[in-house]
């Protein structure tokens, strides 16, 4: 009758279970634990330790603790400490040896700890306080023991989020592959790890003495800079007049993915020899997921170039599903791991899609193709527009100050107008051409520029005044008007 009842007034989910039984074996392969998982659907979840014969743990004075799928360790390379086996079981599925102990992250059993005696060692916690102090406990019963111990604390995990959490929402073994290369050793965690869950004071954050590093080029932001253009609009060749510019005094990386040998001979023909530029031309550089990502640091690490240029992002990148925010932020942030670790800046050229009615004419960042996940992923952003003969190049980033530089193609070079020429609203014909001729002339009357313009001179001349109101022009003591000087990032 109480089960009956029960069942009339609790939701049938609560009764649906799902048993996962996992088996802990000795290293010799014979089964010593066995630990039954029940997930109900109501997302609670229930343990339980049996022995082989079915009692409890605690029947048996002469039971030890062994690590999770020891037996199935390999004779030498990376171990992976996470919490709970089927965390453990997923990154098994991937191809990495991963251990836990049996009854979770609430202790560390010091038997466990010989049997990682030599081995090099990467904690893996979740995502809450009982992780890290888990993390803090394993270090401190491992560190001496082991070859080398890390933390690896995978980034925008949700709260109480774990490795499979990870996976789930679009994390590749790739990414992990170099989370886990790049993680934090645990000394320098656990001294650092307490201070940096709790957040930095203001003090704190002031006082960390960081080197910024100068823009590498006049039209090129320190980081990793997105570059997107119409095609044939120019970007290529923008990119190519940068890094000539940069191969007089760095190494260069440029990844000429979209040419072929007779085209590259043709676009990079006007080059010195001297200029120390490696290019890699089509089909000469694998996808990021089918060995590129190996490459690429492979040269980062050797050559130590001061600028990779990408041509285009597409290319290389790992593709990602179309409007998967998580898939395209995963697979650039693969690509910033690397190029961040060797401190190198990267220009990726991307194509922008097309204009519609509903675009916002004030911001043309908007029409990058694709997910806004690559927009939000690098340090900076470029579009590069037309303006007659010339083009306009608009940046902005994280730490660059918004700016849009006027430049004009001559003789293979790219020369900078006058960035006042930026910042004009769409319907400010006049104020355009004035400064346009300004730009090219030098100083103007207000009687010259009536002529040149055909207008009246009441106009021009409360068209310059509009001017110098918005620091676009200054005027001079002959009262003649001019463009102040141009300012850098």
Same mark, same amino acid.
């Given at each position: 009758?109480?089960?009956?009842?029960?069942?009339?007034?609790?939701?049938?989910?609560?009764?649906?279970?799902?048993?996962?039984?996992?088996?802990?074996?000795?290293?010799?392969? =014979?089964? %010593?634990?066995?630990?039954?998982?029940?997930?109900?659907?109501?997302?609670?979840?229930?343990?339980?330790?049996?022995?082989?014969?079915?009692?409890?743990?605690?029947?048996?004075?002469?039971?030890?603790?062994?690590?999770?799928?020891?037996?199935?360790?390999?004779?030498?390379?990376? $171990?992976? +400490?996470?919490?709970?086996?089927? &965390?453990?079981?997923?990154?098994?599925?991937?191809?990495?040896?991963? /251990? /836990?102990?049996?009854?979770?992250?609430?202790?560390?059993?010091?038997?466990?700890?010989?049997?990682?005696?030599?081995?090099?060692?990467?904690?893996?916690?979740?995502?809450?306080?009982?992780?890290? $102090?888990?993390?803090?406990?394993?270090?401190?019963?491992?560190?001496?023991?082991?070859?080398?111990?890390?933390? &690896? #604390?995978?980034?925008?995990?949700?709260?109480?989020?774990?490795?499979?959490?990870?996976?789930?929402?679009?994390? /590749?073994?790739?990414?992990? %592959?170099?989370?886990?290369?790049?993680?934090?050793?645990?000394? *320098?965690?656990? %001294?650092?790890?307490?201070?940096?869950?709790?957040?930095?004071?203001?003090?704190?954050?002031?006082?960390?003495?960081?080197?910024?590093?100068?823009? +590498?080029?006049?039209?090129?932001?320190?980081?990793? /800079?997105?570059?997107?253009?119409?095609?044939? $609009?120019?970007?290529?060749?923008?990119? #190519?007049?940068?890094?000539?510019?940069?191969? =007089? @005094?760095?190494?260069?990386?440029?990844?000429?993915?979209?040419? @072929?040998?007779?085209?590259?001979?043709?676009?990079?023909?006007?080059?010195?020899? %001297?200029?120390?530029?490696?290019?890699?031309?089509?089909?000469?550089?694998?996808?990021?997921?089918?060995?590129? !990502?190996?490459?690429?640091?492979?040269?980062?690490?050797?050559?130590?170039?001061?600028?990779?240029? +990408?041509?285009?992002?597409?290319?290389?990148?790992?593709?990602?599903?179309?409007?998967?925010? #998580?898939?395209?932020?995963? !697979?650039?942030?693969?690509?910033?791991?690397?190029?961040?670790?060797?401190? &190198?800046?990267?220009?990726?050229?991307?194509?922008?899609?097309?204009?519609?009615?509903?675009? *916002?004419?004030?911001?043309?960042?908007?029409?990058?193709?694709?997910?806004?996940?690559?927009?939000?992923?690098?340090?900076?952003?470029?579009?590069?527009?037309?303006?007659?003969?010339?083009?306009?190049?608009?940046?902005?980033?994280?730490?660059?100050?918004?700016?849009?530089?006027?430049?004009?193609?001559?003789?293979?070079?790219?020369?900078?107008?006058?960035?006042?020429?930026?910042?004009?609203?769409? @319907?400010?014909?006049?104020?355009?051409?004035?400064?346009? $001729?300004?730009?090219?002339?030098?100083?103007?009357?207000?009687?010259?520029?009536?002529?040149?313009?055909?207008?009246? =001179?009441?106009?021009?001349?409360?068209?310059?005044?509009?001017?110098?109101?918005?620091?676009?022009?200054?005027?001079?003591?002959?009262?003649?008007?001019?463009?102040?000087?141009? #300012?850098?990032?």
């Amino acid at each position: 009758m109480v089960a009956r009842h029960l069942a009339e007034v609790l939701p049938p989910e609560v009764f649906l279970t799902k048993t996962s039984k996992y088996v802990y074996r000795c290293p010799d392969g =014979q089964d %010593s634990l066995i630990v039954l998982r029940v997930d109900k659907r109501d997302g609670s979840k229930t343990f339980r330790q049996q022995l082989p014969n079915g009692k409890l743990p605690r029947s048996d004075a002469d039971f030890l603790q062994h690590p999770y799928r020891i037996n199935e360790w390999p004779s030498d390379g990376l $171990i992976i +400490l996470c919490e709970g086996e089927k &965390c453990a079981d997923a990154l098994w599925g991937l191809g990495f040896a991963a /251990t /836990t102990r049996a009854g979770g992250s609430s202790k560390w059993d010091f038997e466990l700890t010989p049997y990682f005696g030599g081995r090099h060692v990467v904690i893996l916690p979740d995502n809450d306080s009982a992780g890290l $102090i888990y993390a803090q406990k394993v270090i401190d019963a491992l560190l001496g023991t082991v070859a080398s111990l890390k933390v &690896c #604390e995978l980034p925008d995990l949700p709260e109480k989020g774990d490795v499979i959490d990870w996976l789930d929402a679009g994390g /590749t073994k790739e990414t992990l %592959s170099l989370l886990i290369e790049h993680a934090d050793d645990a000394g *320098n965690w656990r %001294s650092g790890g307490a201070r940096r869950h709790a957040g930095l004071s203001l003090s704190d954050l002031k006082a960390i003495k960081i080197e910024r590093r100068d823009p +590498l080029h006049d039209l090129l932001p320190p980081g990793f /800079t997105l570059m997107a253009g119409a095609p044939k $609009i120019g970007k290529s060749k923008l990119a #190519e007049f940068i890094a000539g510019d940069v191969a =007089q @005094n760095n190494y260069v990386l440029y990844l000429a993915l979209e040419y @072929n040998q007779m085209v590259a001979q043709t676009r990079f023909n006007h080059l010195d020899d %001297s200029l120390d530029i490696e290019i890699f031309l089509e089909g000469g550089f694998p996808r990021w997921d089918q060995g590129g !990502a190996e490459k690429l640091e492979s040269l980062l690490s050797f050559r130590q170039p001061k600028l990779v240029v +990408l041509d285009t992002l597409a290319r290389l990148k790992r593709p990602g599903q179309k409007n998967d925010y #998580e898939a395209e932020t995963q !697979a650039m942030q693969q690509m910033k791991i690397v190029t961040d670790k060797y401190n &190198c800046d990267v220009l990726a050229l991307h194509h922008l899609r097309k204009s519609g009615v509903n675009d *916002n004419k004030d911001d043309p960042f908007e029409r990058i193709l694709g997910s806004t996940a690559l927009a939000a992923a690098v340090d900076n952003l470029q579009i590069l527009l037309t303006s007659g003969d010339e083009r306009v190049l608009h940046t902005k980033g994280r730490i660059v100050f918004p700016s849009e530089k006027l430049l004009k193609l001559d003789d293979n070079r790219f020369v900078e107008q006058h960035s006042a020429l930026g910042h004009m609203p769409i @319907n400010a014909t006049t104020q355009t051409q004035v400064l346009h $001729i300004i730009a090219r002339q030098g100083e103007m009357k207000v009687s010259d520029l009536t002529v040149r313009l055909e207008k009246a =001179q009441s106009n021009i001349s409360r068209v310059c005044a509009n001017l110098v109101e918005k620091g676009k022009l200054i005027r001079l003591e002959n009262g003649a008007y001019s463009l102040p000087k141009s #300012e850098g990032w």
